[in-house]
């Protein structure tokens, strides 16, 4: 919970990159359990980099990442998602040849936590569908959904695997604004179940609405930090860094 | 007209083969992408099980399906961790070139040591059931071959049960789709793929027990399978059992009929045919969706 003795991710000093470019550049910022932390900044600015980073995707060239107490830095992506790291992606991966409920599925009986019984296993999956609202499309495969609804099924195949922090990168970009309510008040949802979510996004009124922090990223360096009205007020960083889509 | 009409049936019953040395091609290239072209020599070395269990212990073939596929598993399991693992990590087009590299060199080593081991003869096993023909319209239908082809469609319904309902077949669909995402929920990749390839050699070693009680087997018949099934998963599509199954069979009569009209000699000749024109006309494969 906020406020407790160590945050659940710690990041310090860490920097990638990519040729000439440094992508990270000397970052360090926390999120507590139950939190959701906004990273904002241009495109370019190295939040999806960032992800990747926390993830296991992407080796960083100095830094170290924290998780749970335990030194990650070094750790395989699959070892990470094991202590409860998931992320979604920026371009939705869900398995394409796969039924909605499969997709949810293959995670409930590998992921954290795995259940063995094929039926509980089946059981939790369904229930995953309903909370983001795609239970109707259960043996649609993933490749026939809608945009929204593959972002949404992206996200119940995360849940499953029962993540201590969520790492989405732009959520809720693509969606209509009804469907954006309904995803702003699923990511409340997961918060109060005790999942600390870090949230890269472009639009202003679902990080306004969810977010308990913000690190603002510019050219891979923090540049501002602190709670949405303390970022917003910031003209500066209004103008210049919420790359508007 | 009875002539013709026995060359159909007769390039259907060997299609059915064709079709299922096919799918243990491709489910090895849809799932790892590479192409295993050792894949007609793994065939071989179920027939000679076959034969070898036969002429020693009396085994009729089509109980020898079953410790021809577990052994071919085994082998497909030692070469995939011996020399095709390697290749996991490598970007899409390397991995697919250096796969097909690793298998010339396998499919050599096989051979040649298949030909020290037993010898360049053809070998055939002529059980009782041999003779027995029933009739079909006009035409007749050798017993055996009817039941390698009832066997290898069995055989591929049970795959296909496999991967749709069984947890480590969605497993190994889900690593088809995306290694990175499977992994990320918790699916033991590595794994995956080695039973993958085992899977794929193991239906590689089925098909050989089959050929044994229709066809000779020798050191040399490997690289021809390969290529009949290479053209079968260009015919029907990667991903596609029965697709895969059917096209099998379209080219067993394509085969046979080409033969009865042009002469034995084209019978080759129009399986190439036919690969060119799908590959011109329908690239993505007959029963791909996309």
Same mark, same amino acid.
């Given at each position: 919970?906020?406020?407790?003795?160590?945050?659940?991710?710690?990041?310090?000093?860490?920097?990638?990159?990519?040729?000439?470019?440094?992508?990270?550049?000397?970052?360090?910022?926390?999120?507590d359990?139950?939190e !959701?932390l906004g990273?904002?900044?241009?495109?370019?600015s190295?939040?999806?980099t960032?992800?990747?980073?926390?993830?296991?995707?992407?080796?960083?060239?100095?830094?170290? !990442?924290?998780?749970?107490?335990?030194?990650?830095t070094?750790?395989?992506?699959?070892?990470?998602?094991a202590l409860?790291?998931a992320?979604?992606?920026?371009?939705?991966?869900?398995?394409?040849?796969?039924?909605?409920?499969?997709n949810?599925?293959?995670?409930c009986?590998?992921?954290?936590?795995?259940?063995?019984?094929?039926a509980?296993?089946?059981?939790?999956?369904?229930?995953?569908?309903?909370?983001?609202g795609?239970?109707?499309k259960?043996?649609t495969?993933?490749?026939?959904l809608?945009?929204?609804? +593959?972002r949404?099924?992206e996200?119940? +195949?995360?849940?499953?695997?029962?993540?201590r922090l969520?790492?989405?990168?732009?959520?809720v970009?693509?969606l209509?604004?009804?469907e954006?309510?309904?995803?702003?008040?699923l990511? +409340?949802? !997961?918060?109060?179940?005790?999942?600390?979510?870090?949230?890269?996004?472009?639009?202003?009124?679902?990080?306004?609405?969810?977010?308990?922090? !913000?690190?603002?990223?510019?050219?891979?360096?923090?540049?501002?930090q602190?709670?949405?009205?303390?970022?917003?007020?910031?003209a500066?960083?209004?103008?210049a860094y919420?790359?508007?889509? | 007209?009875?002539?013709?009409?026995?060359?159909?049936?007769?390039?259907?019953?060997i299609?059915?083969l064709?079709?299922?040395?096919?799918?243990g091609?491709s489910?090895?290239?849809?799932?790892?992408?590479?192409?295993?072209?050792a894949h007609?020599?793994?065939?071989?070395?179920?027939?000679?099980?076959?034969?070898?269990?036969?002429t020693?212990? =009396?085994?009729?073939?089509?109980?020898?399906i079953l410790?021809?596929?577990?052994?071919?598993?085994?082998?497909?399991?030692?070469?995939?961790?011996? @020399?095709?693992e390697?290749?996991?990590?490598?970007p =899409?087009?390397?991995?697919l070139?250096n796969?097909?590299?690793?298998?010339?060199?396998?499919?050599?080593? @096989?051979?040649?040591?298949?030909?020290?081991a037993?010898?360049?003869?053809?070998?055939?096993?002529?059980?009782?059931?041999?003779? %027995?023909?029933?009739?079909?319209?006009?035409?007749?239908?050798?017993?055996?071959? @009817?039941?390698?082809?009832?066997v290898?469609?069995?055989?591929?319904g049970g795959? #296909?049960l496999f991967?749709?309902?069984?947890r480590f077949?969605?497993?190994?669909?889900?690593?088809a789709?995306?290694?990175?995402?499977a992994?990320?929920?918790?699916?033991?990749?590595?794994?995956?793929?080695?039973?993958?390839?085992?899977?794929?050699?193991?239906?590689?070693?089925v098909?050989?027990?089959?050929?044994?009680t229709?066809?000779?087997?020798?050191?040399?018949?490997?690289?021809?399978? %390969?290529?009949?099934?290479?053209i079968?998963?260009?015919?029907?599509?990667?991903g #596609?059992?029965?697709?895969?199954?059917?096209?099998?069979?379209?080219?067993?009569?394509? *085969?046979?009929?080409?033969?009865?009209?042009?002469?034995?000699?084209?019978?080759?000749?129009?399986?190439?045919? @036919?690969?060119?024109?799908?590959?011109?006309?329908?690239?993505?494969?007959?029963f791909?969706? *996309?």
């Open positions: 919970m906020p406020g407790s003795a160590a945050p659940l991710l710690e990041v310090a000093s860490l920097s990638k990159a990519f040729g000439g470019l440094l992508a990270v550049d000397d970052l360090s910022f926390t999120i359990s139950g !959701i990273l904002l900044g241009p495109n370019g190295g939040k999806t960032t992800f990747g980073l926390v993830a296991g995707a992407l080796r960083p060239d100095g830094g170290e !990442i924290r998780f749970a107490g335990r030194p990650v070094r750790w395989p992506a699959s070892r990470r998602a409860g790291i992320r979604t992606f920026q371009l939705v991966r869900v398995f394409p040849g796969l039924t909605a409920l499969e949810v599925l293959v995670a009986l590998y992921g954290r936590r795995r259940v063995s019984s094929p509980r296993a089946g059981a939790d999956a369904a229930a995953l569908l309903e909370r983001v795609a239970a109707h259960r043996n495969p993933a490749r026939d809608t945009l929204g609804e +593959r949404r099924l996200i119940a +195949r995360a849940l499953a695997t029962h993540p969520l790492l989405l990168d732009e959520p970009a693509g209509t604004p009804t954006v309510d309904a995803a702003v008040a990511f +409340r949802g !997961i918060r109060a179940e005790g999942v600390a979510i870090a949230l890269v996004e472009h639009n202003v009124r679902a990080v306004r609405a969810l977010c308990d922090r !913000i690190v603002v990223l510019h050219a891979g360096r923090k540049i501002a602190g709670t949405p009205e303390d970022v917003f007020a910031h500066a960083v209004v103008e919420l790359g508007r889509r | 007209m009875t002539v013709l009409w026995q060359n159909v049936v007769f390039g259907a019953l299609g059915g064709y079709g299922l040395a096919a799918v091609l489910l090895v290239f849809g799932v790892l992408n590479m192409l295993n072209v007609g020599e793994l065939l071989m070395l179920g027939g000679y099980a076959a034969f070898w269990l036969f020693l212990f =009396g085994v009729d073939p089509f109980v020898s410790p021809s596929a577990a052994a071919l598993f085994l082998v497909g399991i030692l070469l995939y961790r011996v @020399l095709f390697r290749l996991v990590s490598a =899409g087009e390397t991995k070139r796969s097909i590299l690793i298998g010339f060199g396998v499919s050599l080593v @096989l051979q040649a040591l298949a030909l020290i037993w010898t360049a003869d053809d070998r055939a096993v002529t059980t009782a059931a041999a003779g %027995t023909v029933l009739p079909l319209g006009g035409a007749v239908v050798p017993v055996v071959r @009817l039941g390698a082809l009832v290898a469609f069995l055989v591929l795959v #296909h991967l749709r309902r069984a077949g969605r497993a190994i669909r889900a690593t789709d995306d290694p990175g995402a992994s990320l929920v918790g699916i033991p990749v590595g794994t995956v793929f080695a039973v993958a390839f085992g899977l794929g050699s193991a239906l590689a070693g098909a050989g027990a089959l050929v044994s229709t066809d000779a087997v020798s050191p040399a018949i490997g690289l021809s399978w %390969t290529l009949k099934a290479l079968v998963v260009v015919l029907g599509g990667v #596609h059992i029965f697709g895969t199954f059917v096209a099998g069979v379209l080219l067993g009569v394509a *085969e046979s009929v080409s033969g009865f009209f042009l002469g034995n000699a084209y019978r080759e000749v129009m399986g190439l045919v @036919l690969f060119l024109i799908v590959l011109s006309v329908r690239p993505q494969g007959l791909a969706r *996309e």
